[in-house]
């Protein structure tokens, strides 16, 4: 298996543009998670995802934000509009889950967004 | 995340010798992971604790979730450069299906 792919990689856009991240999981993993990484807050879960359903959505900025998962192998995590301080690298990943337990995550590479 | 604390903050050891970075979680922990992220990368999965008490090794590391399933232990022996990066604690606490990552620890292993 190829592991958790997202792209782009990188993302360099001006304020006020709309920005998709997209993020293929590991085939057979029910579970979807968006993070979000800086220096100054660390890792953050934006929202996850359970059987393509959304379960929490509560770490999602504001109304800017929002997150989608048509199917079992694709997801995109949106931004309209962009602004700088949304400038971070955000992680895809995708694991098993049965009930209330998490197995372990498997992280994409990220995407480093810088907006300008 | 507040909910995970992780102490210490950075820690720069010498090739060769042990260490021990540390959760915490002001709530009962459902389940505890450990990941290691080297800079710039994504993170990789080291090890789940789910039972009080339970200890895991996996080569030179060693995570150990404590009896009252509100801290757990990282434990390097023998240090090598390999070894540098990012540790991060994640856990699911009984406050229900959600999932919080700790404040990261910073190891420098130098040769």
């Known amino acids: 298996d190829a592991g958790v792919i997202q792209s782009p990689r990188h993302e360099v856009t001006e304020m006020g543009q709309e920005v998709t991240l997209r993020c293929k999981p590991i085939?057979?993993?029910?579970?979807l998670f968006w993070y979000r990484q800086t220096m100054m807050r660390g890792l953050e879960l934006l929202i996850y995802f359970n059987n393509n359903v959304p379960i929490d959505d509560s770490g999602m900025p504001e109304d800017r934000f929002s997150a989608k998962m048509p199917n079992a192998s694709f997801s995109t995590l949106k931004i309209q509009p962009s602004e700088p301080r949304d400038s971070a690298v955000y992680f895809c990943?995708?694991?098993?889950?049965?009930?209330?337990?998490?197995?372990?995550?498997?992280f994409g590479p990220g995407t480093r967004l810088t907006v300008t | 995340s507040q909910e995970l604390e992780q102490s210490p903050q950075s820690l720069i050891v010498q090739e060769g010798k042990n260490l021990t970075i540390n959760c915490t979680s002001s709530?009962?922990?459902?389940?505890l992971y450990w990941y290691k992220q080297k800079y710039g990368e994504g993170l990789i999965f080291l090890m789940m604790?789910?039972?009080?008490?339970e200890e895991k090794s996996h080569e030179k590391i060693t995570a150990k979730l404590d009896e009252k399933k509100q801290q757990s232990s990282l434990h390097i022996t023998a240090s090598q450069p390999s070894h540098a990066g990012i540790y991060l604690c994640?856990?699911?606490?009984?406050?229900?299906?959600?999932?919080?990552f700790g404040t990261g620890t910073s190891l420098t292993v130098i040769p």
């Open positions: 709530k009962t922990l459902y389940g």
């Open positions: 604790l789910q039972k009080g008490g």
């Open positions: 990943a995708s694991s098993l889950t049965s009930g209330s337990l998490f197995w372990e995550q498997y």
């Open positions: 085939s057979g993993h029910n579970s």
């Open positions: 994640g856990a699911v606490t009984n406050t229900g299906n959600q999932f919080y």
